[in-house]
């Protein structure tokens, strides 16, 4: 069985799964399991321009689909509220309306030029995540600059540590492949050396991964823009977006301060709230949340799938959050897994 097929039994598994909840959550079923509200996590938000090979189509959705969205949970009971709202939210009692905050990670131009306007037509709150190297363009977009190197290529060159290996990927399955394979390499070694070594291969097949940057992220001065808008927040997300649960507690601090400090030279004003870069539990633990606390953010957010509730008040620094995922653009998904339902199924949830 080809990588292609199992990743599509995989979705068609999940798909199913959340058609489900929301068959429950129709039903009244289980209403306990939504919590008090979601945190909902997103990056881009741009019309969608079709390729062959989209190893971060996850990553993405059209502006028409979150305007589905927003008006989905507006019709399923959400209010929408800003996320350094929460923490107030999950001290109060007696509140049966579930909350819904939207948050946005890496600061990119389509946060700004599609979603901004959904956003406002629907009166929604929401946080942009902005990590310093890439708005300072100090740090280049490794999964981006990767996707488009096998975009381009038939053959590239990486050493996986044993040597230079030249790798076949002309088919897309074989690019689906090798981009899981640098991946993963790149998550269990020195992340800042593969991301570099990704560059340095781009650069050989003249791909610049500066202009990957400048393409796709907001500059300071679009982040003034953006968050003029009474409607957004600037949240803190480090400066080189490397995996926090890898780094020494120094480098951790540094980097959460060194973004804190960034947001608030932008904005005038500390940022209250801070999102852990890839956010599952490889990339952060609680010893990270512990120094988020320290740092001084009121609230921080994983990506580790969950709802929230009363109990979350406890683990205010790592927060988990629902994924609108670019795969299963689906309205009735998004109720399913809104409800709560599937996390009742799932061991070890958050």
């Not at 068959?23 to 909902?40: H, S």
């Not at 007696?94 to 909350?99: I, K, M, V």
């Amino acid at each position: 069985m080809t990588a292609s097929i199992k990743r599509l039994a995989k979705r068609i598994a999940i798909a199913g799964g959340l058609e489900t909840a929301n068959l429950l959550r129709a039903t009244g079923a289980m209403r306990g399991a939504r919590g008090l509200g979601a945190i909902l996590t997103l990056h881009h938000v741009r019309p969608h321009e079709q390729a062959a090979f989209e190893p971060n189509a996850h990553l993405e959705i059209t502006p028409e689909f979150l305007d589905l969205v927003l008006d989905r949970l507006k019709s399923d009971g959400y209010r929408f509220v800003a996320l350094e709202e929460v923490p107030a939210l999950l001290s109060q009692t007696g509140s049966d309306q579930p909350f819904a905050a939207f948050t946005l990670d890496d600061g990119y131009r389509n946060n700004l030029v599609y979603a901004l306007p959904i956003f406002e037509k629907h009166n929604a709150p929401f946080t942009v995540f902005v990590a310093k190297g890439l708005a300072e363009r100090t740090h280049t977009i490794w999964w981006e600059t990767l996707a488009a190197l096998l975009r381009k290529e038939e053959k590239i060159g990486f050493d996986f540590g044993s040597g230079h290996e030249m790798l076949d990927v002309t088919t897309i399955d074989a690019k689906e492949r090798v981009f899981a394979r640098i991946a993963s390499h790149l998550h269990r070694h020195d992340e800042r050396a593969a991301a570099a070594a990704i560059d340095m291969m781009a650069r050989q097949h003249e791909i610049d991964p500066d202009e990957i940057v400048d393409d796709l992220v907001m500059t300071p001065a679009e982040l003034n823009l953006l968050e003029a808008s009474p409607l957004a927040t600037l949240g803190a997300h480090t400066v080189s977006h490397r995996a926090m649960s890898r780094l020494s507690d120094r480098e951790v601090h540094d980097e959460m301060t060194a973004s804190r400090d960034y947001v608030a030279a932008v904005t005038g004003e500390r940022p209250g709230s801070f999102a852990y870069p890839y956010g599952t539990r490889e990339a952060v633990t609680h010893r990270q949340a512990e120094i988020a606390r320290e740092v001084g953010f009121a609230i921080a957010v994983t990506t580790q799938p969950g709802v929230v509730t009363q109990r979350s008040l406890g683990s205010i620094t790592y927060l988990p959050r629902l994924s609108i995922n670019g795969l299963y653009q689906n309205v009735r998904y998004v109720s399913g897994l809104a409800s709560g339902i599937p996390f009742r199924f799932t061991p070890n949830r958050p």
